[in-house]
């Protein structure tokens, strides 16, 4: 099992930035995968970013340029600075991973940016 806790949310305004975390425990040995994904009202969950257990990342079109995802394995925690964020970037966002064979999500945290 392994618990994934989201942190960093809040309120913004259009060309701010905000940096999320998401921290992993539990059988953290077996994670390999972990990225970002976000749900905005009446939408359905969409990629946002990954990051490989080596550290080779890939980013949804939207946020390119934009967000830079990034891992401490030691910390055993992932990050998502976003930057020149956008009232279109107002959504829930969730920490996921792979671990053995099976899928984590964390509880989300709320990104809300204002125009």
């Known amino acids: 099992q392994v618990q994934l806790v989201e942190s960093g949310g809040g309120l913004v305004q259009a060309g701010g930035s905000l940096r999320l975390s998401c921290a992993a425990s539990g059988s953290i040995f077996s994670i390999g995968n972990m990225g970002w994904y976000r749900q905005a009202p009446g939408k359905l969950r969409e990629f946002v970013a990954r990051i490989t257990s080596g550290g080779i990342t890939n980013y949804a079109d939207s946020v390119k340029g934009r967000f830079t995802i990034s891992r401490d394995n030691a910390k055993n925690t992932i990050y998502l600075q976003m930057n020149s964020l956008k009232p279109e970037d107002t959504a829930v966002y969730y920490c996921?991973?792979?671990?053995?064979?099976?899928?984590?999500w964390g509880q989300g945290t709320q990104v809300t940016v204002s125009s």
């Open positions: 996921r991973c792979t671990a053995s064979t099976s899928l984590y």
